[in-house]
């Protein structure tokens, strides 16, 4: 539930090891109660930029406000922030109860207290039945678990989230993100959530920052970043396949080099001769039964594979220009065998999702 106050403001933060510009010129603010995302490949800067939040890295240059305060001068212990980290980080020795129960102990909360208050979040993760368990004897899903509530426990303002389900499998996972989203929902924490998985962003965030190489290249809504992803870094990094070079045509069409012209939905400031990429993702692209008002081609099916829920078409367009195109397995007869590689085949799309990249 995002109240519209500022979590966190990065003001043209950057950070340099040595040669390595880790983090360059971030101005990002986000709001309190999101659930924000950092999604980018290995070693484009998500860690560097959470630590420098949770005050284990000071920037080389910019300023981080934490509630509208400058925190440089403010030790990691004393932020109004917790880390969970994807090596979960429990102590071996100490029981489920006691990890979540130790830092309000640290902080001589009350024995009263302290037992409502892990009580209630090992509840919130749906562990309270292993609170006397050793973390050896818990599998990968259970120790996060822990992890998480010995964060919300301390009822931080902001909960820095590093890959926290990295360790786990894929089922295990999708459950614990709707988990995850569901727990935020409930407590109203900030949290800031660094994955390198777009499905994983695209599903939990009310916001999603792109990064590549230290820089935020698209910061929006997941379907601002999914349907209009702005240039190629992005496309490519949240599953844009279907790339096709072209040119800016007067007509406003674009042409693909083979004589085929495609509408696309031209931005404004495109002119004659401009060199753009389209692309129209492969769920969008109807194939065979072409509607009206539906950009429509031929082509030739050059490979057919079932994928069991869909089968992928790709379809060449002569020149070397191809589309991917997705068919869902419906309700109908027949339906996942009707083409042949080999094949003549007209396919087609709506012009609005057709996309035009630069
Ligand atoms: N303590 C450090 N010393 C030197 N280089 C570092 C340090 N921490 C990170 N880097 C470098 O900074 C870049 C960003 O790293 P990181 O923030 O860990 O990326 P990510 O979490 O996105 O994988 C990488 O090139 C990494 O090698
Ligand atoms: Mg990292």
Not at 170 to 175: M, N, V, Y
Request: charged fraction near 25%.
């Amino acid at each position: 539930m995002i109240d519209g106050g500022e979590a966190i403001r990065f003001e043209s933060v950057s950070k340099r090891f040595g040669e390595t510009e880790a983090v360059k010129g971030l101005d990002i603010t986000i709001e309190q109660g999101e659930f924000f995302s950092l999604l980018g490949p290995s070693g484009c800067g998500k860690t560097t930029t959470l630590r420098m939040v949770a005050g284990f890295e000071q920037p080389s240059e910019g300023r981080i406000f934490l509630d509208g305060q400058p925190v440089e001068t403010v030790p990691p212990y004393q932020r109004n922030v917790n880390t969970v980290f994807q090596s979960y980080a429990l102590f071996e020795n100490l029981d489920v109860f006691e990890n979540v129960a130790f830092g309000l102990k640290r902080r001589k909360v009350a024995r009263d207290e302290i037992r409502r208050r892990v009580t209630a979040a090992l509840e919130l993760v749906q562990l309270p039945a292993r609170s006397d368990a050793k973390p050896r004897e818990l599998s990968g899903g259970q120790k996060q678990r822990v992890a998480l509530a010995r964060a919300l426990v301390n009822r931080p303002g902001v909960l820095l989230l590093d890959e926290p389900l990295g360790a786990l499998d894929l089922k295990l996972r999708r459950q614990m993100q709707l988990e995850l989203k569901a727990i935020q929902r409930e407590v109203g924490i900030t949290f800031v959530y660094v994955t390198h998985d777009q499905e994983e962003a695209l599903s939990m965030s009310d916001r999603i920052a792109v990064m590549d190489a230290g820089e935020v290249k698209q910061c929006g809504q997941p379907e601002d970043i999914y349907e209009r992803p702005r240039g190629e870094f992005v496309a490519g990094f949240i599953g844009i396949s279907n790339l096709l070079e072209g040119r800016v045509e007067d007509s406003g069409e674009v042409a693909i080099g083979n004589g085929l012209r495609i509408p696309a939905p031209l931005p404004n400031d495109c002119a004659r001769g401009d060199a753009v990429q389209i692309s129209v993702r492969p769920e969008k692209i109807a194939v065979q039964e072409i509607e009206p008002g539906m950009v429509s081609l031929e082509g030739r099916i050059e490979t057919r594979v079932y994928l069991g829920v869909s089968t992928q078409i790709t379809v060449s367009l002569g020149d070397g220009a191809r589309l991917v195109a997705l068919e869902q397995a419906t309700y109908r007869a027949q339906a996942d065998d009707r083409w042949e590689v080999g094949q003549r085949i007209r396919i087609g799309w709506r012009p609005e999702h057709c996309l035009v990249l630069r």
